[in-house]
T-cell receptor
Framework: DSGVTQTPKHLITATGQRVTLRCSPR?????VYWYQQSLDQGLQFLIQ???????AKGNILERFSAQQFPDLHSELNLSSLELGDSALYFC??????????????FGPGTRLLVL | GESVGLHLPTLSVQEGDNSIINCAYS??????FIWYKQESGKGPQFIID?????DKRQGQRVTVLLNKTVKHLSLQIAATQPGDSAVYFC????????????FGSGTRLLVRP
């Protein structure tokens, strides 16, 4: 158990809908990262938040957004869902994020299925 | 763009043998590397890391080797066990204006009883 929690574990929805994925980092960690894992793309970095502020952006679609709250939990919002958004979404956390190299610890993931 | 890749998509080994999983990286600016293990239905699990000022680092039954000259990373698992069956990812962490892990495509390790 990495200490990172994610809810829900599974999510089934329809195209055009909007969903919210939630992540709680390890106790004391300030950074949260979101990744998408699909069969044909592997693990793709989406976005990082550090202490409530966006720190880095990866291949995140405009239909997707995230935020980190004062208690450091994070939410990933996916809107206007398409079939191709079906994937595993992982959250990871690390202690800092201020430019230092740190290990990221991953949560169990949310499996999203868009029908 | 620059990326991390793996030579072998699937590796099958006999239980008790040693396993070697290879990874090539292309970003010479990367100075931190991590190996993750992902079992079916679970998130990536940290195994071992190495910084670019090191050539070798050992953990419990695992060793990571870094060859900066040829930009090659390997994970050695000693006395491979059935529980080692999983997909293994190498990831490079590049320090620049942004901070993110770039993952390789993964190698599936199958342990034969």
């Amino acid at each position: 158990d990495s200490g990172v929690t994610q809810t829900p574990k599974h999510l089934i929805t329809a195209t055009g809908q909007r969903v919210t994925l939630r992540c709680s980092p390890r106790s004391g960690d300030l950074s949260v990262y979101w990744y998408q894992q699909s069969l044909d793309q592997g693990l793709q970095f989406l976005i990082q938040y550090y202490n409530g502020e966006e720190r880095a952006k990866g291949n995140i679609l405009e239909r997707f957004s995230a935020q980190q709250f004062p208690d450091l939990h994070s939410e990933l919002n996916l809107s206007s869902l398409e079939l191709g958004d079906s994937a595993l979404y992982f959250c990871a956390s690390s202690a800092g994020g201020g430019g230092k190299l740190e290990t990221q610890y991953f949560g169990p993931g949310t499996r999203l299925l868009v029908l | 763009g620059e990326s991390v890749g793996l030579h072998l998509p699937t590796l099958s080994v006999q239980e008790g043998d040693n396993s070697i999983i290879n990874c090539a990286y292309s970003n010479s600016a990367s100075d931190y590397f991590i190996w993750y293990k992902q079992e079916s239905g679970k998130g990536p699990q940290f195994i071992i890391d190495i910084r670019s000022n090191m050539d070798k680092r050992q953990g419990q039954r695992v060793t990571v080797l870094l060859n900066k000259t040829v930009k090659h990373l390997s994970l050695q698992i000693a006395a491979t066990q059935p529980g080692d069956s999983a997909v293994y990812f190498c990831a490079e962490n590049m320090m620049d204006s942004s901070y993110k892990l770039i993952f390789g495509s993964g190698t599936r390790l199958l342990v034969r009883p």
